[in-house]
């Protein structure tokens, strides 16, 4: 990689977009390991705090992996799109999207245990059993999770509140998949409890019990908040 001294505020974005660029242009592919943090802080004149940030970001991109004692790797796989240009998700934005996602999925679960009718319940289900099956399966499963909060938006009859999170939907969905790849290698929860907080919602919206949905939606979330903003 070329050398550069990166001088602008968000440091760690800017190394996060030169290997990127680095991947793209085929100066580094996939299976490459990384140069070790304190040899690319030093080649950029920046902190290892900064490459470290920069390699997060890459990691919740599904960019890079990190095998624990050997170091970063550039995926064999690429995720699809990688041709487009990726944002980079930032703390501040973790903080305002998990903002968003308390102030719609609260409420949308309350309405959801108000308004929820025989089909509504299947779908959010549906979901449910989903996640499930892929989490048997050892597979991160964020879409089925996405899947199972944008039921609970349908639910509720209310085409806005299912375009405010369709609008997030790609945001949403990444940080989905670093929290629950985060929870399970930690092993902070289990395959069981990350399904049975999910079950609590449902189990609430389907007995029409409004402040027992509005607590669980409100704790998972909180919950997702803290494992993120502590990893970034």
Same mark, same amino acid.
């Given at each position: 990689?070329?050398?550069?001294? !990166? %001088?602008?505020? =968000? ?8 290997? &990127? /660029?680095?991947?793209?242009? @085929? #100066? ?92 509504? !319940? %299947?779908?959010? =289900? ?8 892929? &989490? /048997?399966?050892?597979?991160? @499963? #964020? ?90």
């Amino acid at each position: 990689m070329i050398g550069l001294s !990166l %001088q602008r505020k =968000k440091v760690y974005e800017e190394i996060a977009e030169l290997i &990127l /660029e680095d991947i793209k242009s @085929g #100066e580094m592919e996939p299976g490459d390991k990384l140069p070790p943090i304190a040899e690319m802080a030093q080649t950029h004149k920046v902190s290892s705090a900064s490459v470290r940030e920069a390699l997060n970001s890459l990691k919740v991109m599904d960019v890079i992996e990190v095998k624990h004692g050997q170091g970063s790797f550039i995926k064999e796989r690429m995720p699809l799109g990688f041709e487009q240009n990726f944002e980079i998700i930032t703390h501040s934005d973790i903080e305002n999207l998990l903002d968003l996602r308390k102030i719609i999925e609260v409420g949308s679960a309350r309405e959801a245990s108000q308004k929820a009718g025989v089909s509504e !319940l %299947q779908e959010i =289900k549906d979901a449910l059993d989903k996640m499930w099956t892929v &989490l /048997e399966n050892n597979e991160i @499963g #964020e879409q089925a999770d996405y899947e199972f909060h944008i039921s609970i938006a349908e639910a509720t009859g209310n085409p806005l509140l299912v375009n405010l999170l369709e609008d997030v939907s790609d945001t949403m969905i990444r940080t989905m998949k670093e929290t629950r790849r985060i929870w399970l290698y930690e092993e902070r929860k289990s395959i069981q409890k990350i399904h049975d907080e999910h079950k609590l919602i449902y189990k609430a919206i389907e007995a029409g019990a409004e402040e027992d949905v509005a607590r669980h939606m409100y704790n998972h979330l909180i919950g997702v908040e803290e494992v993120l903003l502590q990893h970034y």
